[in-house]
């Protein structure tokens, strides 16, 4: 079975700090491993996604994540906050079969303080 | 644009009554989704549809209802057996699964109160 844990439920940083937001995920197969994000009443969007290509992996708004099977995760980190970054950050393992195949993890709330 | 288009944004609902909340894709998408979000517990899948005509249970099934007639629409009807229905509901979409990598796309969400 599928599942991720993300470590923290709500993470601070000062603006221009770095951004550590940590995933561990379980997977019995190669997984594909995913980050979104949701602003406050609105849905996801995608940051970045890795499938099996490059084990660093590059998203938008300067977000960036490495798998690491050794340790079995896919952190999301970026360089130096924005107050813009502020919001729920969601990691999603799939196992690549069927339809019904992304988990999600409970979210990690990110507060930037200026 | 492409996207997803969720209506109402907002909806309050008296207790027993049925409320329906509507999806369409204009993505040219075969799989259809609908989550539930609550406060620190992230997303849970209720229902979903690979093709027309065709939907399966997630884990949260019990007091919902789906239809696919068309492609394009996934609408989710809340029923009076919903015990707390007050929640953020999530549609969302995706590539047929033999292609799919697991990337959903989203709509902007349905937040429901029951007063």
């Known amino acids: 079975a599928q599942s991720v844990t993300q470590l923290g439920s709500h993470v601070s940083v000062s603006e221009g700090a770095l951004v550590l937001l940590r995933c561990n995920y379980s997977?019995?197969?190669?997984?594909?491993l995913f980050w979104y994000v949701q602003y406050p009443n609105q849905g996801l969007q995608l940051l970045l996604k890795y499938t099996s290509a490059a084990t660093l992996v590059k998203g938008i708004n300067g977000f960036e994540a490495e798998f690491k099977k050794s340790e079995t995760s896919f952190h999301l980190t970026k360089p130096s906050a924005h107050m813009s970054d502020a919001a729920e950050y969601f990691c999603a393992v799939s196992d690549k079969t069927g339809a019904n195949n992304l988990f999600f993890g409970t979210g990690t709330r990110l507060t930037v303080i200026p | 644009d492409g996207g997803i288009t969720q209506s109402p944004k907002y909806l309050f609902r008296k207790e027993g009554q049925n409320v329906t909340l509507s999806c369409e894709q204009n993505?040219?998408?075969?799989?259809m989704y609908w989550y539930r979000q609550d406060p620190g517990q992230g997303l849970r899948l209720i229902y979903y549809s690979q093709i027309v005509n065709d939907f399966q249970k997630g884990d949260i099934a019990e007091g919902y209802s789906v239809s696919r007639e068309k492609k394009e629409s996934f609408p989710l009807t809340v029923t009076s057996a919903q015990k707390n229905p007050t929640a953020f509901y999530l549609c969302?979409?995706?590539?047929?699964?033999?292609?799919?990598?697991?990337?959903?796309?989203f709509g902007e969400g349905s937040r429901l109160t029951v007063l």
């Open positions: 997977s019995s197969v190669p997984p594909y």
């Open positions: 993505l040219n998408h075969d799989a």
């Open positions: 969302a979409s995706s590539k047929l699964a033999g292609a799919n990598t697991g990337e959903l796309f």
